[in-house]
């Protein structure tokens, strides 16, 4: 429900956002807002609009999912070299190592091992979407070797915007898996954003003896991989509708499923060197420790463990922009690729949330290794190839002929969510996704379509049956999303000057849960090619809707 307006409240406030010409809230907006002039509603009086109804999408809220959002390694690693190094001889591993997390000395049988990791929703369920958080947050601790024991929440969340319930789910779900590896959460910290993060500042506990650093990979070494790769690409097909349930589901149990037991065993089998695969994808993490180790690796293509469909999407082109990111800051390890489809190295590059642990060990023990993983529950572990001699850190990658990549069947597959529009029986029920789809909805349409009389000709409803075909063709979930579709019909119609088209638009995007701002957003970019003309026809609309 609304919140009960305070009249007294709001004129104290909006006086003061007034004589000051910004809005106390957000000092980049004039005073009265657009959310006010549209919907008598004053955030800064604490006036709450009501919450979206119907099922959220937690990853068509964010511009990146997943450690996609992250800073690219290149950027990050340019920002690093500008700040002074801290000389302190309890730091065993610090911020010039670039490993997993940092090592702080206690005494000769202890130290402290200390990370932490934010990131925006990888998957659309909340709870789940915790999990994910919290299982990638404890991952670097559990890369280095170490026991996390405790944890600080770092959340933001657009409050106020959305339902307080999916900060409660996001949050339930990260103390459930925290709980899951036996680690307390003892605080946290929030702040609002409009975009949803979460993570958590992890501390834990080693022994200063047993550190699997990113730096001691030998050569004749095995390198066992223990989740498969994908997250990054089947998040990104789920957010464009071009992921099948099937496949995101298989993405969120990886992600979800904790790094503790490979950790733990590791060991056993007298690991070298270790990192986990996340934000930077298999190619940053493998640089970073092949450069670190002075070897140079290969890799076996067919050996890698990928998620469903990743080969589907690789070969439709459905590859997300980090990608790019990581082969601009990485690319220039990979030395030579023998074998493999050069669009098959993409997912070398792609940035993985809550991926596997990468681990060198002895070549003697690979194969025991990974049937232990296996015997443990982690089925998808394997040796993906070797460290080859001492070197610079160059990877090479090698193909067998055993996996190729499929044809291309992009029209094939579709997620349920959003829905496909059915096929069109007829030319009314084809139009349904356009705004001139039932005319029964708009009258100022029945005009228009109203057939000529006298010398109709069948060629006219042909060819208008062929239209409202091709109408529900283009606006069917592709490339593009429907909500992103819904925008560009509100900005396009508005660029038209089609006012049944506005009514449809707007109507559809509000069941759809648009706000307020972002249908305005959306006419605005048709005002900003249109200029004053569209902004007197869209302002004219607004007063009469």
């Known amino acids: 429900m609304k919140t009960k307006k305070d009249i007294e409240k709001r004129r104290r406030v909006m006086q003061r956002s007034i004589q000051l010409g910004h809005c106390i809230c957000d000092p980049r907006k004039p005073c009265p807002c657009d959310i006010f002039r549209n919907e008598d509603i004053c955030p800064c009086a604490g006036e709450e609009r009501e919450p979206p109804t119907g099922p959220i999408r937690l990853t068509e809220l964010v511009e990146s999912a997943g450690c996609a959002s992250k800073i690219d390694q290149t950027t990050l ?26 090592v702080y000395l206690l005494d000769e049988k202890t130290a402290l091992v200390q990370t932490v990791d934010v990131f925006s929703p990888s998957a659309d369920d909340p709870y789940v979407f915790g999990q994910i958080a919290a299982a990638n947050s404890l991952s670097d601790v559990y890369a280095m070797g170490g026991r996390p024991i405790s944890a600080l929440s770092i959340v933001g969340f657009p409050a106020r915007k959305l339902p307080d319930e999916i900060l409660i789910q996001i949050l339930r779900g990260g103390l459930d898996k925290m709980a899951e590896a036996s680690v307390a959460v003892i605080g946290g910290h929030s702040i609002k954003d409009n975009e949803i993060k979460a993570g958590f500042a992890v501390t834990g506990l080693i022994d200063p003896g047993r550190i699997a650093s990113n730096a001691a990979a030998r050569p004749g070494d095995r390198l066992v991989l223990t989740k498969p790769l994908g ?12 992921a099948s349930e099937e496949s995101v589901a298989a993405a969120c149990r990886s992600m979800v499923a904790l790094n503790r037991r490979a950790s733990e065993l590791m060991f056993e089998f007298e690991a070298h060197a270790c990192t986990d695969v996340t934000g ?3 190619m940053g993490h493998l640089k970073s420790m092949a450069s670190a180790s002075k070897v140079d690796v290969e890799i076996v293509w067919d050996d ?27 690319g220039d390890a990979l030395a030579a690729v023998d074998g493999v489809d050069p669009a098959g190295v993409e997912i070398f590059f792609d940035p993985q949330t809550s991926g596997g642990l990468l681990i060198a060990l002895p070549d003697s023990k690979a194969e025991a290794f990974v049937e232990r993983l296996h015997a443990e529950g982690i089925s998808e572990a394997a040796v993906i190839g070797r460290v080859l001699a001492a070197g610079t850190g160059l990877i090479n990658v090698r193909g067998e002929g055993r996996r190729l990549l499929p044809a291309a069947k992009r029209a094939a597959r579709k997620s349920p969510s959003p829905p496909a529009a059915a096929e069109p029986s007829s030319p009314k029920e084809a139009a349904a996704p356009s705004c001139c789809a039932n005319p029964d909805e708009h009258p100022e349409l029945q005009e228009l379509l109203k057939e000529p009389s006298g010398n109709e000709t069948s060629g006219i409803k042909e060819i208008e049956s062929k239209f409202q075909t091709f109408l529900a063709a283009v606006n069917k979930p592709g490339r593009l999303d429907a909500r992103t579709k819904r925008a560009m019909g509100i900005a396009l119609s508005v660029l038209a000057k089609c006012e049944p088209c506005v009514k449809h638009h707007v109507a559809e995007a509000r069941k759809e849960g648009f706000s307020a701002e972002e249908i305005d957003e959306a006419a605005w970019m048709a005002i900003t090619f249109g200029g004053s003309p569209m902004m007197m026809f869209y302002n004219e609309f607004k007063r009469s809707s």
Do not use: H, W, Y
């Not at 065993?92 to 997993?100: F, Q, T």
């Not at 997250?231 to 071009?242: K, Y």
């Not at 890698?304 to 990485?330: K, W």
């Open 77 to 102: 690693q340019r920002v690093m070299a500008a700040l002074p190094v801290q000389n302190d001889p309890k730091v065993l591993v610090g911020m010039p190592a670039g490993d997993d997390a940092g």
């Open 231 to 242: 997250t990054g690409i089947i998040s990104f097909a789920g957010q464009i509708g071009m």
């Open 280 to 282: 930077f994808g298999l």
């Open 304 to 330: 890698v463990p990928l998620l469903p469909e990743v080969l589907e999407c690789i070969a439709d082109g459905v590859i997300p922009g980090g990608v790019e990111r990581n082969r601009e800051s990485s």
